[in-house]
């Protein structure tokens, strides 16, 4: 039988059910632990895992060009048909996006459009505040892709952060972003 790397259990666990217990001792710790407060959005904010799959951006090279070769491999394997990729070619003769669109409203967060690319271009970052009032905000386009938040260095903290005002639209900003912040779970465990 093939190894699948999955730790196989002794019988005498499974007789006493400790990873039953071991669960049962965990939640019962959270319960009896210090209510902890996150002052979302005012001053703090949690910047999700590296693996969060969130907002797009789309990467650039050192002179400031888009990685992007708009081969339309992303908008070909999305299964919400919600990316739109208009290509033309520039003075050196390089295929480049003229547009590149993504409905965020029908997007899934699904990570395809990453994983197809063949210039490293897409990458889906850890930003998560995209709500709005207005459907068509959520079309964003390749300056705005070119623009949003790259991947952070860590993730899976607590960051200090303010509420931004800018018209109708709020956002909520990392006011340190080189702090290393604080462990979301430690802190419960420790009623911090
Ligand atoms: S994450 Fe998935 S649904 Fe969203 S644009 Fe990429 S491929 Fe499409
Ligand atoms: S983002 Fe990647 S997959 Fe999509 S058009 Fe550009 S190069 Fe092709």
Same mark, same amino acid.
């Given at each position: 039988?093939?190894?699948?790397?999955?730790?196989?259990?002794?019988?005498?666990?499974? $007789? #006493?059910? #400790?990873?039953?217990?071991?669960? @049962?001792? !965990?939640?019962?710790? &959270?319960?009896?632990?210090? %209510?902890?407060?996150?002052?979302?959005?005012? &001053?703090?904010?949690?910047?999700? &895992?590296?693996?969060?799959?969130?907002?797009? #951006?789309?990467?650039? +090279?050192?002179?400031?060009?888009? +990685?992007?070769?708009?081969?339309?491999?992303?908008?070909?394997?999305?299964?919400?048909?919600?990316? %739109?990729?208009?290509?033309?070619? +520039?003075?050196?003769?390089?295929? =480049?996006?003229?547009? #590149?669109?993504?409905?965020?409203?029908?997007? @899934?967060?699904?990570?395809?459009?990453?994983?197809?690319?063949?210039?490293?271009?897409?990458? @889906?970052?850890?930003?998560?505040?995209?709500?709005?009032? +207005?459907?068509?905000?959520?079309?964003?386009?390749?300056?705005? @892709?070119?623009?949003?938040?790259?991947?952070?260095?860590?993730?899976?903290? $607590? =960051?200090?952060?303010?509420?931004? =005002?800018?018209?109708? !639209?709020?956002?909520?900003?990392? %006011?340190?972003?080189?702090?290393?912040?604080?462990?979301?779970?430690?802190?419960?465990?420790?009623?911090?």
């Amino acid at each position: 039988m093939a190894r699948t790397g999955v730790k196989q259990h002794s019988w005498i666990g499974r $007789v #006493f059910l #400790f990873d039953l217990l071991a669960g @049962l001792r !965990l939640t019962l710790g &959270y319960m009896v632990s210090k %209510t902890v407060t996150q002052h979302y959005p005012d &001053y703090e904010k949690w910047v999700p &895992y590296q693996r969060h799959r969130g907002h797009h #951006f789309i990467k650039t +090279n050192e002179d400031g060009e888009v +990685n992007c070769v708009a081969c339309e491999l992303c908008s070909q394997i999305c299964p919400c048909d919600c990316i %739109t990729v208009i290509p033309f070619e +520039n003075e050196k003769g390089d295929r =480049r996006p003229k547009v #590149f669109d993504i409905d965020l409203a029908r997007c @899934l967060y699904c990570g395809l459009c990453e994983d197809a690319c063949p210039a490293d271009a897409i990458k @889906l970052g850890q930003e998560y505040e995209v709500s709005t009032t +207005n459907r068509d905000t959520l079309v964003v386009h390749l300056e705005d @892709l070119i623009a949003a938040p790259r991947k952070a260095e860590n993730g899976g903290v $607590v =960051r200090p952060a303010r509420l931004h =005002r800018k018209g109708g !639209l709020r956002s909520v900003l990392i %006011t340190d972003p080189d702090s290393r912040g604080q462990d979301w779970w430690t802190r419960i465990r420790r009623g911090k």
